[in-house]
């Protein structure tokens, strides 16, 4: 690169800083006329922007019927889980009782067979 073109180069750097965006003017391609002039694509009316945020309302109260189902759901399980549990250690604690009193008459009667008899 010459040094005349790296001056210019310089040149364009420093206006496309001081402008931020190039704008022109004339007979090219406008927006409207790319796009359309229906500016509904971009900016709803208000009918229109109604309409979104009651689907978006919709949505929303669907989505919380649907999570407090789960957690009804959840809450049931729950306490399934825990009626289950206590059932099981109901059941554990009587076959201990159980056990224990077997080990007491067991220790009963070789109490009895140790002692001479009289």
Do not use: C, H, W
């Not at 206590?86 to 067991?106: D, F, I, P, T, V």
């Amino acid at each position: 690169m010459t040094s005349e073109a790296r001056e210019i180069m310089k040149k364009l750097k420093d206006k496309k800083a001081e402008y931020g965006r190039v704008r022109i003017q004339g007979s090219s391609v406008n927006p409207t006329q790319y796009f359309g002039s229906s500016s509904q694509q971009y900016m709803p009316s208000g009918s229109q922007a109604q309409v979104k945020v009651q689907k978006l309302k919709d949505q929303m109260a669907q989505m919380q019927a649907s999570i407090g189902e789960q957690i009804a759901q959840l809450k049931a399980e729950a306490t399934s889980f825990k009626e289950k549990v206590a059932a099981r250690e109901a059941g554990q604690n009587s076959k201990y009782n159980e056990l224990q009193l077997q080990l007491q008459n067991m220790m009963q009667m070789f109490q009895q067979f140790q002692k001479p008899p009289s």
